[in-house]
């Protein structure tokens, strides 16, 4: 079974308008970490945004913000007021505790989004 | 300002080659890693090291072997490339210990093609 699952494999959104990234995970450890990665096409992968399990909160980072649902396991990326330059591969990742041997740092990477921002 | 820097952008190689893609890191990290993507696929884990000479298997370790003689340089060696192994590699590090919260370091990717 998949561990993250990205259902939207691509995505178009209107220049200045908000688009939300979906993200549901899988896991049984309670305490576990998840990240939005953006890729451009020049292929650098850029930390976005970061929601640990226990954060009462949802994380927001500039005009990008995680809605945290714990109970339905997902991790939605909401970006507001698009701009051309957030055109992209948009990766979800999740990060156990529980790893195995030396495996602490291991992320867990979805199939990615990509979404395209029209003008 | 953190780095990690990947030893080519692009390379190209033939079939049966010993290919070397070489990864620096200057942030002291004791975690490093090599991904492997591919369209419709995802980053898949390939190998990974947590400390000096140490290094454990990922998803998809056949065909790749790793070596870390330095904290800061990690290794991904192709003893022998196929067309299959045609793809965008990329480096990460991260610190370690007991955080859920230990983001990782990108470095540029090394897009291979195996002709």
């Known amino acids: 079974a998949q561990k993250i699952t990205q259902t939207q494999p691509g995505m178009f959104v209107q220049e200045k308008e908000a688009v939300t990234l979906d993200c549901t995970y899988d896991t049984s450890d309670p305490s576990y970490g998840l990240f939005w990665y953006k890729q451009p096409s020049s292929g650098e992968m850029i930390f976005l945004i970061y929601?640990?399990?226990?954060?009462?909160q949802n994380a927001t980072e500039g005009r990008y913000s995680l809605n945290f649902q714990k109970a339905r396991k997902s991790a939605n990326l909401v970006i507001s007021a698009s701009q051309l330059g957030d055109s992209a591969m948009y990766f979800c990742a999740m990060r156990e505790l529980t790893g195995y041997g030396g495996s602490q740092g291991n992320l867990i990477f979805g199939k990615g989004t990509k979404l395209s921002v029209k003008p | 300002d953190v780095k990690v820097t990947q030893s080519s952008r692009y390379l190209v190689k033939r079939t049966g080659e010993k290919v070397f893609l070489e990864c620096v890191q200057d942030m002291d990290h004791e975690n490093m890693f090599w991904y492997r993507q591919d369209p419709g696929l995802g980053l898949r884990l390939i190998y990974f090291?947590?400390?000096?000479?140490?290094?454990e298997k990922g998803d998809i370790p056949e065909g790749y072997s790793v070596s870390r003689e330095k904290k800061e340089r990690f290794s991904l060696i192709l003893e022998s490339a196929s067309t299959n192994q045609t793809s965008m590699y990329l480096c990460a590090s991260s610190i370690t210990g007991q955080s859920s919260y230990n983001e990782q370091f990108f470095g540029p990717g090394t897009r291979l093609t195996v002709l």
């Open positions: 929601q640990g399990s226990y954060d009462q």
């Open positions: 090291s947590y400390d000096v000479k140490m290094k």
